[in-house]
C-alpha cells in the first residue's frame, strides 16, 4: 500500500477525533445540560445530539473508510460489504431515534416542528441516507442487479456517501450554533460561556474528523488494489469494482470458468456433429445399433451416435 504510514496516521488521528467527540457531546449533555432520559422534557432532546454524533457522523464515517483499510483487502469481498451496510445500518437507526426524540420533545413543548433550515437540511439528509442504504442494499448486496447497473450506479453510490456525510456534519454544526443561541441566556452566547467555548469545540472536532475521512476516502492510491476487486461475484451479489465498492470473491471466478467449460462443450459437440454426418448417412444402410456400438470411443460421442442412431431406427 502506498503511503501506509501516512494512511496508518491519519485512520487513527480519525478514530480519536471521533472518539473524542462522542466523549464530548455525552460531557455536554450530562455536565452542561440535563442529562439524557425520555420523558418529553429538555433530557430527551439530548438524545438528539448524543445520537446524531455517535452515528450520523462517527459510526458513518467509519463505514466510509472500511473498504480502505488494508487489512481487509485479504478477506472476503461480500463480507466487508455486509459490515459497510451493517455500519450504515446502525447510523441510520440511531439518526431515526434521535428525530424520535427532537419531535416527541417539541410536541410535549408546544414547539413547532420544521421550521428553522437545520430541520430541512436534517430531514432530507435522513431520508437521502435511507434511500442510499435502502438502493445499495438491493443493487450491490442481492444478486438480482445486473452488473451493468451496478457498474452505472457505482459512482452515484460513492458520490451521493460522500454527499450526504458532508451535509450531515454540516446540519450537526448549525444544530449545535442553533441549540447554543436557544439555550444560553444568562450569561448569553455571545459572551463566550464555558459551555460555549466547550460546544465549539466539539464542533471543531467533527469538521477535522470528516476532513480526514473524507481525504482518506477519495485518496485513489489508498483503494482496494484491483487484481482484489476486478472479478465479477454472480452468486453471492457482488459488482465489478473500478471504485471503492466493488466486490471479489473466490466463488465468482468459478462460476466464469464453468461458463467457459459449458460453452466449450457445446463447442465440442457442434464439431462433433459435424465430423460424424458422413457417418449418419451410412447408418440407413447397416444394423443401427450394432454399427453404433462399433464406432463408440469417448464417452461423449458414443451418447450423441446412439442418440441419433435410436432416432434413425424408430424413422425405418
Not at 152 to 162: D, V
Not at 216 to 222: E, N, Y
Not at 268 to 282: F, G, H, M, Q, V
Request: proline share 5%; aromatic share 12%.
Amino acid at each position: 500500500m502506498e503511503g501506509y504510514w501516512l494512511f496508518l496516521v491519519l485512520l487513527v488521528s480519525a478514530l480519536l477525533l471521533g472518539f473524542l467527540s462522542v466523549l464530548f457531546a455525552l460531557v455536554w449533555v450530562f455536565h452542561y445540560r440535563e442529562g439524557l432520559s425520555w420523558d418529553g422534557g429538555s433530557a430527551e432532546f439530548n438524545w438528539h445530539p448524543v445520537l446524531i454524533i455517535t452515528g450520523f457522523i462517527f459510526i458513518q464515517g467509519i463505514a466510509i473508510i472500511v473498504y480502505r483499510l488494508p487489512w481487509t483487502w485479504k478477506c472476503s469481498k461480500l463480507l466487508i460489504k455486509f459490515i459497510h451496510a451493517g455500519l450504515n445500518t446502525i447510523a441510520m437507526i440511531l439518526a431515526i431515534v434521535s428525530l424520535v426524540a427532537v419531535f416527541d420533545f417539541h410536541n410535549a413543548k408546544n414547539i413547532p416542528n420544521m421550521y428553522s433550515l437545520h430541520s430541512w437540511i436534517g430531514l432530507t439528509a435522513v431520508i437521502f441516507y435511507t434511500l442510499q442504504l435502502v438502493l445499495g442494499f438491493a443493487v450491490f448486496l442481492l444478486p438480482f442487479a445486473p452488473v451493468s447497473l451496478r457498474a452505472s450506479l457505482m459512482p452515484i453510490h460513492i458520490y451521493s456517501g460522500l454527499l450526504i456525510f458532508a451535509t450531515v456534519i454540516a446540519t450537526a454544526l448549525m444544530g449545535v450554533t442553533e441549540k447554543l443561541i436557544f439555550a444560553l441566556k444568562t450569561p448569553a452566547y455571545s459572551t463566550s460561556p464555558p459551555e460555549a467555548i466547550f460546544v465549539n469545540t466539539l464542533g471543531l472536532l467533527i469538521v477535522i474528523f470528516g476532513a480526514l475521512i473524507l481525504w482518506m476516502a477519495t485518496r485513489p492510491h489508498w483503494k482496494r488494489p484491483p487484481e482484489q476487486n476486478s472479478k465479477i461475484q454472480q452468486p453471492n451479489g457482488g459488482t465489478p469494482e473500478g471504485t471503492e465498492e466493488e466486490s471479489t470473491m473466490t466463488d465468482c471466478s468459478n462460476t466464469d470458468k464453468s461458463d467457459v467449460e459449458f460453452n466449450s462443450e457445446a463447442a465440442a459437440r457442434k464439431r462433433n456433429l459435424k465430423l460424424d454426418e458422413p457417418i449418419y448417412k451410412e447408418l440407413k444402410q447397416l444394423n443401427v445399433l450394432s454399427f453404433a456400438v462399433l464406432i463408440c470411443r469417448e464417452k461423449e460421442k458414443c451418447f450423441i451416435t446412439m442418440y441419433i442412431s435410436l432416432l434413425f431406427f424408430v424413422c425405418q
